[in-house]
């Protein structure tokens, strides 16, 4: 069982970045394969990135590609989301999942683990 953590979110001008981190607890974290979704007011939730068990293997959503970067570090059990170039349109509450073992994935259906969320909230 993996129990995950969001932090990191905050209130930030456009233009300017952040690093989300999930920490997971439990043992297997790094069979885990991870992402980023996330859910803006009156919104369905919607991918972001996702990474492999090792991070040989990422995948971005169309919105964030080449401003977004997942990473992971299996020894300190911890998920990263560095988020560039922000924009208002990035204003969302953002989740982590786990999905054991695989590969990377877009779907919410594939991650059996979830956090709370990390509200991070861009102004123009």
């Known amino acids: 069982q993996v129990q995950l953590v969001e932090s990191g979110g905050g209130l930030v001008q456009a233009g300017g970045s952040l690093r989300l981190s999930c920490a997971a607890s439990g043992r297997t974290f790094s069979r885990y394969s991870m992402a980023w979704f996330r859910q803006a007011p009156g919104k369905e939730r919607e991918f972001v990135a996702a990474i492999n068990w090792s991070g040989g293997s990422t995948l971005y959503a169309d919105s964030v590609k080449g401003r977004f970067t997942i990473s992971r570090d299996n020894a300190k059990n911890t998920v990263y989301l560095q988020m560039n170039s922000l924009k208002p349109e990035d204003t969302a509450v953002y989740f982590c999942?786990?999905?054991?073992?695989?590969?990377?994935?877009?779907?919410?259906?594939?991650?059996?683990?979830w956090g709370q969320g990390t509200q991070v909230t861009v102004s123009s």
């Open positions: 999942a786990g999905g054991f073992g695989g590969d990377t994935s877009r779907l919410s259906i594939y991650y059996s683990h």
